[in-house]
């Protein structure tokens, strides 16, 4: 059930291979399963985040790989070897805390050289990669300090360099920027995904933040109460979701149902709708049952003639909000309402409320997809 | 709020009264140890130190006195490594039944009348063939003042990231390396006050003393003898001593404290700016 994805791994795979290799990993709580039994792959150098909603089991996904939580099931395998019995501290890879756990009688300094210091590395070179780890994380000045005299981006920079020092190949960061506020939750983003290309060292991180996981990941895991929902790109997941549920969490779409397969050609597949007959292109959902096709509000614009699903709709309402213009749609045959979003233009006239409408949307710009919304 | 002086001066009379109940006996002591008194009142001119001199040729109340610090320092230490362990496993395993039962254990002898702790202990020692002495003084005060420790530094371990101790490991230190890093330099200030609140406790703990002690009494337990066969003034030099030895250890307590709480504050302070 929970097959890690076909197309999705091939779509990255190139000549990278598996860093992590996780197969029918479950947990098990007394009578609740955190995990349902999961595979998944983390590639040697990538960005992967684990996205879900609260109680996906998304962060005891990240525990068990960490080791301070004891799998029920399956195996996970560290670059070939087996670590299931790999007590915490001698697992190769770090993790950075959600709520940082810096030291806190300790300096920042004392913090980042902790690992060095436990491994028994002579004082000199242990100053050297601690001014070096500073460096990464632009902390050079603030060494000294003890973690309640920083900032929290800086008790965040901390918490890296301290997981950094040891050089894992490996980091596993469990929404580390949960507690920061949106402006500096951005700039965060933006440094976490420098330092993860400059340094190859590959990251897993946890995050329920799905606009989070689209700029800083290069590839998705979508969780949902215990399964993995699907994997695959930033793009794939926004523009190709395979269910509803993925579909919602990424933003608003229009969902056209219920949907029926007419006929599936080479690339393009037909589709029955209330709004009449659509193309998808793109791959067909396994399940048949309870289909939709997904459509972003905007996905959909005012038709052309060489669009190839047409719509004709009633305008309900235009709001202008700045940079967009959402036009609310109803589809007079099913009362079905949809929304467009179109790029505000100075020059552009308003379709009048009441008026006739013809929207269309391209067979690449919509998903067929499965299950249940919640 | 209104001042009101009909509620105010009644309030201070009754101020006044207490305070001058509760310190009067002590300051009268205080003046007994260097003054000697004719019908209740004190001789201004008899200042003399003969007394405290007298105290210190006394050798049954400076062994007393010796003992006490000894049984106090003993007990203590050893309730500190128990307490210290005991609220460590308890942490780590807060859900299990065994963990539960263990602060029970803990906790019992504190809560339990000390007539009978003391009582079982010395039924206890007489089977075992062990002599009451030093030994099993301290053993019966590590049993009472190890609740004390156990609820200061389990306190404190409750407030520290559980995070700290899985960071710690996660960063590839041992159990061993955890503890002297992580988890003892946080329990500094709460090993210094448990220790010290078990040290006062121990240093006037009478009533299990009392049946464990053979010929080594300690110092709550010799003066409790010397007051059936007669009062000395020695008494007022070495109740003086104990009182400024209490007030300075305080005071040393309180600096330790706001030194901690300013850098505390400070550093709260730098840390926003």
Redesign the interface.
Known sequence: MAAPDADSRHEVAGDRTPLLRIRGLGVRFQDFEAIRPLDLDVLNGEFLTVLGPSGSGKTTLLRTIAGFQQPTAGRIEFDGRDIADLPINRRPFNTVFQDYALFPHMTVRENVAFGLRVRGIARATRDARVEDALGIVELEDLGNRYPTQLSGGQQQRTALARAMICEPRLILLDEPLAALDATLRRQMQKFLKVVQRQSGITFVFVTHDQSEAITVSDRICVMRSGRIEQIGTPRDLYYRPRSRFVAAFFGASNILEPCRIESTGEAVTMVSTPFGTMSVDGPLPQVREGLALAVRPEALVPASGDACNRIGCEVVSVSFVGSETITELRHPQTRHVLTMKTRSNPSARHPAVGSHLEVGFDAAACALVTGAQE | MMRNRFIDLPLAAVAVLVYVSLYLPILLVFLLSFFSMRRGKVNWDTFSLSWYAKLFENDALGGALWNSLLVGSLAVAAAATFATSAAILVRSRPDRHSARLLEYVIFLPFLLPPIITGLSLLIYFREAGVGRGIFTITVGHTLFVSAIIYRIVLTRLNAL?R??V?????????RI?TFR??IL??LRMPLLTGGLLAFALSFDETMITLFLSGTDATLPVRLYAMMRVGFTPTINALITLLLGFSILLTVAVALVWRRNADS?RK??R??RT
């Open positions: 990231s995070n700290l899985e960071a710690a490991q996660d960063l590839g230190a041992t390396q890093f992580i330099p946080n505390a550093s709260y730098e840390g």
